[in-house]
């Protein structure tokens, strides 16, 4: 039955999207043009059939392995952990490519080209990262072995923290899954010249595969499928600048001088406003990795699934080591990007060039004349322009974070493209089908298993952990539709999501584990406080925008400045308020105004006597009767 089921599921699956791609190639740019103007204009990307058949060829062998994993697992340990004795240089690479994603494969690049390389400075947290995680963290945290990270929660905190910690997991992940989707179909668009329109639907087939494989694997087919990601993942990105080098006829595109492009990097900042610097950055990677590391579910399930402390600390130096190789990688990359589009635009054809000319005065002189941006219709009608010449003219116009895939459809020889399309596609899943797989663990763990009477079988487990894997990532799906209101390029986004909660989860586990005295009432108010201080620091450029335009304060008065910006994916100029506060202090602010709120009150409060801890109660009792045996033979 199990196996029908997997076949069938993974027959729907590539038909519809097979169906769906189909559909997009036909609603994509056609090469007629309607001018000599258009002709010039519109250029059309490199994807053919070669290409879509290394697509689906991937595709299908992930839904595979997805199917071949669902006949070996009999057990929840097995669905959810591997059976706690998986190859640690497996799980390291598996972190690796869970905590990379589309956002830093796409990210990683755009931020060097953009905005020069002082956000990667950061790895050099990475060592003191290892020695915190690997030497405090990991042995407390080994010794309890348990599926679900906040079951930890509930031994030294009570039950009700358990719920908090796994509300707060489901939030972030939830998040964070739902905005790296949204940037892999930005990145589709781009890469397939379609119209944004269809970026949704291109998110669906994501997720549709990543669910199939992740809901009858488990983390076994996870881990393995982020294994073949991974190599993907590098390969496309040697991939890109072995052909930027050929290009240039040598390594002519690194830089000799400091590029214009780039801001400033300076080592401390000037003000809480300067968007990144060297102190900050390293603060935030070690922030953001002990963090992740030692409260994400998503990241303790893989070191559950090592069979010591020692397996476990392997894998995160693995984990680390591919961060930093494959971090500076991917920030020459961006370098090489740079050049090229530099190069490229200095090419421009006449009429393109004339076109960016026109289009540029024609939004700054209508924004002064209206108080307003001009919309496609009088864009159009003023300047006398089709669809085509509009659009072609927003793509030469794209930000940094979209060079990336742009190049990827316009460079790359044929099949290759498919291949490193197909790495996009892995970078995307990497982090579903981890996030997918966690949050099932965390639902069946944290809130089934403990509301049920009577314990499920291991095959009702599997298939309810199965199904509620198809709703989470469905969930994940239209959730990435909601996350456009994040503003900022790819690492921005990033690290406004992903810190609004990573650091009030941590502290739970702060409290838990190391903290000497705790009241029940402190961490809840601690927590609260750090949830607030992360939210109003995250959006404080939205929230200062808000008060602009509604109630006419003047941005000045909060250390903000009203700016125009452009659209990354579209080309579309949009208002914006700059953040008083960089995004590089949001982990750092959130745990300061946690902890120091958490702690205080504890010790204000009076003192509260801590849950019997099972795993401590029995060491206990072993060195009791231990010590009662040697009182006997001494007697």
Known sequence: MIDFLSRRRMLLCLTAAFLLFSEIAEGAPESNAESPEATESVSQGGIVALDWFM???YVAGTIGLGAYYAKRQKTRDEYFTGGGNMNPLLIGVSLFATLLSTISYLGMPGEAAGKGPVYFV???????TFLVVGFLMLPVYMKYRVTSAYELLEYR??????ILGACLFLGLRLLWMSVLLKFAGDAMVTMLEVDPFWSPYIVAVIGLVAIIYTSLGGLQAVVITDLAQTILLYGGAITVLVVVTINFGGFSWMPTEWPKEWKAQPVFPDGLDTRVTWVGSIIMTFIWYVATLGGDQTTVQRFMATKDTKSARTALLTQLGFAVFVGTTLAVVGVALMAHFKAERENLPSVQKSNITAYESFNKTFQSEHDKFPNDGELKSALGWNEKTLKQTRRNLIGADQWFPRFISHELPMGLAGLVIAAMFAAA?????SGVNSITAVVMCDFVERKRKSALSERQYLITARCLAVAIGVTVVFGSILTGFIEGNIMAVTQKSVNLLTTPIFALFYYAVFAKRVHPIAVWVGTIVGTIMALVVAFCGQ????????????????????????????????EACTDPISFQWIGLFALLANLAVGISLSYLLPEWKRPIDPNESQDISEEDVESDETDEEVA
């Open 55 to 57: 697509i689906a060829l």
């Open 122 to 128: 950061g790895m050099i947290a990475h060592p003191l």
């Open 157 to 162: 905190l009570g039950a009700s923290f358990r």
């Open 429 to 433: 899943m990497s982090s579903l089908d």
């Open 543 to 574: 929230i200062v925008y808000y008060l602009y335009v509604n109630h006419g304060f003047d941005p000045a008065t909060f250390n903000s400045v009203l700016e125009t910006k452009i659209d990354d994916l579209t080309g579309v100029p949009y």
